[in-house]
């Protein structure tokens, strides 16, 4: 039996805030990836050659990891994170959280981002950006 959350999931891009802030705070600051937090459009670019593409949700991830930082407000991280997706021609994210965001929370990060933020299935720890 297909439910409301198995349609959403098959068509959106799902990004696990709480996977994201797990790895945030295993992961090992190199100095470049010092300077990469310090001024977030220092990029340093390197050949892939023989590696093969990353899905969507994979380079979105990817980015995160070094755009996103788990000293950084949820709120402003996730801003940061529709931005990624946009760039990325992701239209749909969902983004699961591990709490739901408070009422002022959920209307700052309306305010900010180009778009529109559901809960899917009522569920307040599961959102649903539609990007501009």
């Given at each position: ?5 198995d ?8 990004f ?7 790895k945030?705070c ?13 001024i977030?459009?220092?990029k340093v670019?390197t ?6 593409p ?19 407000s ?32 959920l209307?700052e990060?309306?305010?900010?981002i180009k ?18």
């Amino acid at each position: 039996m297909e439910t409301v959350i198995d349609k959403v999931i098959e068509k959106d891009v799902i990004f696990d805030y709480t996977e994201f802030l797990s790895k945030s705070c295993q992961q090992r600051l190199s100095f470049m990836d010092a300077l990469k937090y310090l001024i977030p459009l220092f990029k340093v670019t390197t050949s892939t050659i023989g590696k093969t593409p990353l899905s969507c949700t994979e380079r979105l991830e990817k980015k995160a990891l070094t755009i996103l930082s788990s000293n950084t407000s949820d709120i402003n991280n996730l801003i940061r994170l529709s931005s990624l997706a946009k760039q990325e021609g992701i239209m749909r994210l969902v983004v699961y959280l591990p709490y739901s965001l408070e009422a002022q929370q959920l209307v700052e990060l309306k305010s900010e981002i180009k778009g529109s933020i559901d809960f899917v299935q009522g569920n307040s720890e599961r959102l649903l950006f539609i990007l501009d």
